[in-house]
């Protein structure tokens, strides 16, 4: 191997060199290590933002007719000795006392932040839904009341009010400044324990999984309890608000999703004003465009909304909007999936005029259309039950019961040699814990065969006292105390 002679050069090299550390002496460290990342401090950010964020602790009231489906360790080993099957996922614990008032039993733990210094505080529909009682708890350990003002299921958005003042109210951040890769953190009650921190970054903007929702995904870790709580940039605002995750096992799995907060705002304050959320519609089923599709209608590019439906009747039909129409622009913004159309639509006004661009057979065309209202969700209706004849006057009916026989049948599938079946309970029977299609077998220790049987054994006890009947429901058994009214 030849050997390079570098002697002739050695002057003109540290020359290099001395010019080479002379100009990296007059650089700021910022410019010569400009590549160097350090990890974000975030105990700054916790104590400034920390004090907005609450607890809510939700509390509904326990039904005395609810109150049997436990089953308590003395009547467990009863079961046990007489050989009486219980399944493995039959609850556990001490009943109730059949007949006394109802308690507020703990019915779930939320998050949530103060909107306004006054006492607004944003969180989840989900966390306060169904509740009869919502408890908002500061950093500071008061405890508030506070009433639900509004909540929207459809973007899983409710605002709650406690009555209090100068209360650290969260800043809004700007959604559209929020970049996939930055920094970003949450504060809630995961699993219950109060005020946790974590952090991560923003792992994508517009994620679809819901018509009006596009979601923020980070890798933020959110547990049970994290509901509605802040979702915090590294400039202390808010940017959204923790809502679901993506899991298999009911825990965290490194996916995230937090309702943007622009679009959390503008439902919270439809929320305070009216207490509901109004949203507009124009009557079409839409679908993606795919690339073949606009490569074939000579479209250009997959963009816009491809309407594969139209009510009849409905603001876009009057509009002249054609199924097989690509909605490609809605009031002059660009349509780029499908999932756009129903967010641009529900953020308008009903009533509103605004111009639908369509492409149809190889042409766009503008279409003036009045938004309508988007029905309310409407309460889910019980099914009608049969009317029951009337109870037949007699000792069962002071007790609220109305019984009949039960069939070959029912006997062999029950395994019990006799018993009747109640139709109805009320009163004393009701507040026990009996319902329609329980089987009585006994009555203070005397096996009932029949009705006849069962009348004449009720007629021969004192009700004025506490009256012990063994009832079979499905494939359980237990015992029920009727308490007469005091």
């Known amino acids: 191997m030849r ?6 050069l050695r002057p003109y090299l540290a020359a290099g060199l001395m010019a080479i550390a002379a100009t990296a002496s007059v650089l700021p460290v910022t410019t010569v290590w400009a ?4 990890l974000p401090d975030f105990t700054d950010l916790v104590d400034q933002v920390g004090p907005s964020v609450v607890n809510i602790r939700t509390l509904e009231k326990a039904k005395a007719s609810s109150a049997t489906s436990g089953i308590d360790e003395q009547m467990l080993e009863f079961f046990k000795r007489f050989g009486i099957p219980v399944p493995p996922n039959m609850p556990r614990g001490p009943r109730a006392e059949p007949g006394q ?4 039993q703990p019915r779930g733990v939320g998050s949530g932040f103060i909107l306004t210094a006054d006492g607004f505080v944003m969180t989840n529909a989900h966390v306060v839904d169904g509740a009869d009682e919502v408890i908002v708890t500061l950093t500071d350990k008061r405890e508030f009341k506070a009433k639900i003002i509004g909540a929207d299921k459809r973007s899983d958005v409710a605002v709650v009010k406690i009555e209090a003042t100068g209360l650290p109210a969260v800043k809004i951040g700007d959604i559209s400044r929020l970049r996939v890769g930055e920094w970003v953190m949450a504060i809630g009650s995961p699993f219950g324990l109060e005020n946790t921190v974590t952090a991560g970054i923003v792992s994508a903007k517009q994620r679809d999984t819901g018509d009006y929702l596009p979601f923020i995904q980070t890798d933020v870790a959110i547990n049970p309890g994290n509901s509605g709580g802040p979702l915090i940039n590294m400039r202390g605002e808010v940017v959204g608000i923790n809502s679901q995750i993506y899991s298999r096992s009911g825990g965290f799995q490194g996916i995230s999703f937090s309702i943007p907060i622009d679009e959390a705002t503008r439902v919270s304050e439809q929320l305070r004003i009216s207490g509901k959320v109004t949203r ?3 009557g079409v089923q839409i679908d993606q465009v795919t690339k073949d599709v606009a490569e074939s209608i000579g479209l250009g590019k997959v963009q816009g909304a491809l309407v594969r439906g139209v009510e009849s009747g409905a603001p876009a039909e009057k509009a002249g909007i054609e199924a097989g129409d690509i909605i490609t622009k809605f009031e002059g913004t660009p349509i780029d999936k499908a999932s756009d159309l129903p967010r641009m639509v529900g953020n308008v006004k009903p009533g509103t005029k605004v111009t639908v661009t369509v492409f149809r057979r190889g042409a766009s065309k503008d279409l003036s259309v009045t938004i309508a209202e988007v029905e309310a969700d409407k309460p889910a209706r019980a099914a009608a039950k049969p ?3 009337p109870p037949v006057a007699g000792p069962a009916q002071a007790l609220g019961l109305s019984v009949s026989e039960i069939t070959e049948a029912q006997k062999k599938e029950l395994n019990v040699k006799g018993g009747v ?6 009163g004393a029977a009701a507040r026990a814990g009996l319902r329609e299609g329980d089987v009585i077998v006994s009555i203070a220790n005397a096996e009932v065969t029949g009705v006849k ?7 021969k006890i004192d009700k004025t006292k506490n009256i012990t009947v063994l009832v079979r429901r499905g494939e359980l058994a237990q015992f029920v105390i009727i308490r007469p009214a005091r």
């Open 3 to 8: 050997e390079l002679n570098l002697k002739p």
């Open 35 to 38: 590549q160097t990342r350090t």
């Open 101 to 104: 008032p109802d308690e507020d």
């Open 280 to 282: 507009g519609r124009i």
């Open 387 to 389: 009317e029951s004849k």
């Open 421 to 426: 079946k109640v139709d109805a309970a009320d």
């Open 453 to 459: 049987g069962f009348e004449a054994a009720l007629a």
